[in-house]
């Protein structure tokens, strides 16, 4: 098997015509099938902008009989046992832990960021389906005997029916193994929208999710923009849709979809900040910062992008733009590359101009890293990490989620005056704070606002037996992605109280004559 998608992984999820300009399809009743469309979208890939292929927004036809084909699969699929479907997460993980290196590739192909992080990305999402593989347990009811005279009650969690996901760009793999795997597990069936800016990850994701077992019509994918996101938002046999990606159409997205009665989860926006003490071990932290805020270009819900630097620890900064500045910003395929391309050129330019914007307002540009040319790719969206310090919380800067490699600083005197500054931002998906002290993180933990808070962690993302915690403007819904959360969101709760009388067992004779079957 991995040798078959070494060298046919192309092939699989798209279509090669005679103008050899690859054609990604749509997935439709388990077959990749050709997009009829009259608009594409071209695919570029963000270290030469060379381009890759293109994606159909796919046609109001093909959208309509994606979901049919969900359909009518779950009207089987849901009396399946969960047993089988368990079997299935089984050999799913397998596959994907088979075929890691080949989804990896894809995803810094069509992405940009390097192969260790693409690899990275693939993992987290292939530990939610090791979550999922413990669907018997996560799926067990409750249960209370003789609430009654000879009346019980117990609850089970049943499938919704059709779900569907709208991913984002920046985690190809990660994301959509969030959303399909623990909707089918659960008995639901699933329509997938990858980005259009890199949906080749998906595409073999989905290929692999066939090969462990999952029939025809349980898992589906359409592709497109605004439209494909309108038609699943307005679609009335979609229970539930799940989005990770920008304020803007999260907040589309919520509104909508909530208005139409389906179930919505939607992930935002993003401000993580760090807030850095004095005691904390320097080394450690600067690197941390570094990571957490360079990485994947910055784009990342999680990335560190704000640094508190709390008393001295302010005199740390020269330190930390020298450890910047010996990143290697290259292709994501060279071997030693340490930040890669931004997905677009408009991606970078946006980064660029909230840069300049926040100089003029008055922050002080202590690396600039909008200058950076790679020799051989120099058509590429390059973005060196950038650092801002002096900032105020008024500045662009701090205001707007840049989603590039840029690192504000900002200086306060007290960790209650930090405290104040992270739970007066719009956003809570997470934090981190950097302290030797138990008394300290204690303090931070039990007074910030923020879902998610990592101690000497940069990027607390929980594992998928938790589940993914952001909260205030960072999220739109009741119930998060994965762990219980997940479980919640993908099923219904439904209780039965039965009656049966003790008393219609009682025999008066005992029976001697040889027993019929009628």
């Not at 347990?137 to 996901?165: F, H, K, N």
């Not at 926006?269 to 760090?274: I, L, P, R, S």
């Not at 067992?505 to 004559?513: I, M, Q, R």
């Amino acid at each position: 098997m991995a040798a078959l998608l070494r060298t046919s992984v192309w092939r699989m999820p798209i279509r090669t015509l005679a103008s050899s300009v690859p054609r990604v399809q749509n997935v439709i009743g388990g077959k990749f099938v050709d997009s009829s469309a009259s608009q594409w979208i071209d695919l570029h890939n963000p270290a030469n902008n060379e381009l890759l292929c293109k994606v159909p927004c796919s046609t109001s036809a093909e959208m309509t009989a994606a979901v049919d084909s969900a359909a009518a699969a779950f009207k089987t699929w849901q009396h399946s046992t969960v047993m089988t479907r368990q079997s299935i997460m089984f050999k799913y993980v397998h596959l994907l832990r088979q075929n890691m290196g080949e989804v990896a590739k894809l995803i810094t192909k069509e992405q940009g960021k390097t192969l260790a992080d693409a690899e990275g990305d693939v993992l987290r999402g292939l530990q939610v389906v090791e979550h999922a593989c413990n669907i018997p347990s996560l799926l067990m009811g409750e249960a209370v005997q003789t609430i009654a005279q000879d009346m019980d009650c117990y609850s089970m969690r049943t499938p919704l029916g059709v779900c569907a996901g709208i991913a984002p760009f920046n985690f190809p793999a990660m994301i959509p193994l969030w959303m399909f795997p623990l909707a089918i597990a659960c008995g639901n069936t699933y329509v997938l929208k990858p980005s259009e800016r890199d949906p080749g990850a998906a595409m073999l994701l989905v290929k692999l999710a066939q090969e462990a077992g999952v029939p025809d019509g349980v898992l589906n994918v359409i592709h497109g923009a605004a439209d494909s996101v309108n038609f699943l938002l307005d679609e009335p046999r979609i229970k539930a849709i799940s989005f990770v990606g920008s304020d803007h159409v999260g907040h589309h997205i919520w509104e909508r979809g909530t208005r139409n009665g389906k179930r919505v989860q939607s992930n935002m926006g993003a401000k993580n900040h760090g807030v850095i003490m004095p005691d904390a071990n320097r080394t450690a932290t600067l690197n941390s910062l570094v990571g957490a805020a360079f990485g994947a270009a910055g784009q990342r819900c999680m990335a560190l992008s704000v640094a508190v630097f709390v008393g001295e620890s302010k005199n740390w900064i020269p330190d930390l733009v020298s450890m910047a500045k010996s990143l290697k910003v290259n292709a994501g395929h060279i071997p030693g590359t340490d930040v890669g391309p931004m997905i677009s050129p408009a991606a970078r330019q946006r980064a660029f101009n909230i840069v300049e914007k926040s100089v003029q307002q008055g922050a002080k540009l202590v690396l600039d890293g909008r200058g950076v040319v790679v020799p051989g790719y120099e058509k590429g969206n390059w973005m060196g990490p950038t650092v801002l310090s002096g900032v105020s919380p008024s500045m662009d800067c701090y205001k707007d989620e840049i989603f590039g490699p840029v690192l504000v600083c900002l200086e306060v005197d007290t960790l209650d005056e930090a405290v104040n500054l992270v739970n007066a931002n719009q956003w809570g998906n997470g934090t981190a704070i950097f302290t030797t002290s138990g008394a300290v993180a204690r303090k931070y933990t039990n007074n910030i606002e923020s879902g998610q808070v990592g101690i000497n962690v940069p990027i607390p993302v929980p594992l998928p037996f938790f589940s993914f915690t952001g909260n205030k403007r960072s999220i739109l819904g009741d119930l998060n992605f994965y762990g219980k959360a997940g479980v919640h969101f993908f099923t219904q709760l439904k209780t039965v109280t039965s009656l049966w009388r003790e008393s219609d067992a009682s025999v008066l004779k005992a029976a001697t004559v040889m027993p019929t079957m009628r």
